[in-house]
């Protein structure tokens, strides 16, 4: 799978986090998916996006997420959640976020989450510097599905195609 060369972080589903039937809360997908996504700034790129708050006043907020389920994560079940940048502008960035098993042959969701770069002491957008936009040209990974659905069944194909071989 193609997908496999981005970052990727193992997670365990944890009880706290699961509704009566033992399935992680369609709402505790997205603190995992981010949570990994912060991880893989920090691990792959050297971005800290807290620090950076603290140091310059900015960093990004979210503007708009849409993810799909399409097989449920379990309590103690170990998951894997793979991230990239797969668009950008001068004031935002659009993150994809997969989360699958842990031997990687189903998808469990597909994230899609736009940032917007936010000056936290003039409260507005601003832009990226010359520094980020460099970074954000070299990390990212474009791709040609224009919306979530068609993006999540390519994926999914993609693992099946890997199981194939």
């Given at each position: 799978?193609?997908?496999?060369?981005?970052?990727?972080?193992?997670?365990?589903i944890?009880?706290?986090?699961?509704?009566?039937?033992g399935?992680?809360?369609?709402?505790?997908?997205?603190?995992y998916?981010?949570?990994?996504?912060?991880?893989?700034?920090?691990?792959?790129?050297?971005?800290?996006?807290?620090?950076?708050?603290?140091?310059?006043?900015?960093?990004w907020?979210?503007?708009?997420?849409e993810?799909?389920?399409?097989?449920?994560?379990?309590?103690?079940?170990?998951v894997?959640?793979?991230?990239?940048?797969?668009?950008f502008?001068?004031?935002?960035?659009?993150?994809?976020?997969?989360?699958?098993?842990?031997?990687?042959?189903?998808?469990?969701?597909?994230?899609?989450?736009?940032?917007?770069?936010?000056?936290?002491?003039?409260?507005?957008?601003?832009?990226?510097?010359?520094?980020?936009?460099?970074?954000?040209?070299?990390?990212?990974?474009?791709?040609?599905?224009?919306?979530?659905?068609?993006?999540?069944?390519?994926?999914?194909?993609?693992?099946?195609?890997?199981?194939?071989v």
């Amino acid at each position: 799978m193609t997908y496999n060369k981005q970052p990727i972080t193992e997670k365990i589903i944890r009880f706290q986090d699961c509704d009566p039937f033992g399935h992680l809360n369609n709402s505790k997908y997205l603190d995992y998916m981010i949570n990994a996504r912060e991880d893989h700034l920090i691990e792959e790129y050297g971005l800290n996006i807290f620090n950076m708050a603290k140091q310059h006043g900015k960093s990004w907020v979210v503007g708009h997420s849409e993810i799909v389920y399409l097989k449920p994560a379990v309590v103690m079940e170990k998951v894997k959640v793979q991230s990239r940048l797969i668009d950008f502008s001068d004031r935002s960035v659009k993150a994809e976020i997969v989360m699958l098993d842990s031997n990687e042959e189903h998808i469990k969701a597909v994230l899609w989450s736009k940032f917007v770069h936010y000056d936290l002491k003039a409260l507005k957008s601003t832009a990226h510097s010359a520094d980020l936009s460099e970074l954000l040209e070299k990390v990212h990974v474009p791709i040609e599905e224009q919306t979530l659905e068609l993006r999540a069944k390519k994926l999914v194909e993609e693992v099946r195609q890997v199981q194939k071989v």
